[in-house]
């Protein structure tokens, strides 16, 4: 049974936010990589990954229901930023703001009785508050941190290690095996 219109059209809205949001973690990480930052680096490509992880699986969702699925385009992320602090802050309010569009698909859906497509998003859900718990910290820790990039570099190594397991509980990725 496909999902309910409206939400059908919020999720393939929120394709086109999973993928933006990817852009601008790529572009985080880049910056931290002009900086020579290798930690912070690495916990941005990572995050972008998982951005685009999110997207195919919300692609996923809509064909093994059959909906219409688009393919969207992407504004151009911000690029350049004044300091070590300026993209952890960016990307805590992209986190903020993206929980706030999960949990407007998750009403799409209850409004619906789109029951299928509720359950569907509530690993989002649950995802997301994991998210902005983890960017509220990076925060902080980056704000107390000042100008010492090495705190920043240490907390991650430390609390956000390379090569930690996805969630099998996750929704399975368009094009996964």
């Known amino acids: 049974m496909p999902p309910a219109p409206a939400f059908a059209q919020k999720l393939n809205q929120q394709i086109a936010n999973e993928f933006a949001a990817h852009q601008q973690y790529v572009a985080c990480a880049v910056y931290f990589d002009s900086e020579a930052l290798p930690q912070l680096a690495r916990f941005f490509y990572r ?19 059959g909906a219409d699925v688009t393919t969207p385009g992407v504004a151009e992320p911000r690029s350049f930023f004044a300091d070590l602090v300026e993209p952890i ?3 805590l309010e992209q986190e903020q ?3 706030e569009q999960i949990n ?6 209850r ?9 569907f998003v509530q690993w989002f859900i649950k995802e997301q508050i994991e998210e902005v718990a983890t960017m509220s910290a990076l ?3 980056a704000e107390r941190s000042g100008a010492d990039a090495a705190d920043i570099e240490d907390f991650l190594a430390r609390e956000h290690p390379a090569g930690e397991a996805g969630d099998p509980t996750a929704p399975r990725a368009a094009g996964s095996p």
């Not at 995050?47 to 229901?65: C, I, K, N, S, W």
């Not at 009785?113 to 359950?119: A, C, I, L, N, R």
Request: glycine residues 4%; negative net charge.
């Open 97 to 99: 703001r993206v929980s």
């Open 111 to 119: 409004e619906a009785g789109d029951y299928t497509s509720e359950q």
């Open 89 to 91: 802050a960016l990307a």
């Open 139 to 141: 925060l902080r820790v």
């Open 47 to 65: 995050q972008a990954l998982e951005e685009r992880g999110h997207a195919m699986m919300m692609v996923q969702f809509l064909l093994d229901t």
């Open 104 to 109: 407007a698909l998750a009403a799409a859906a």
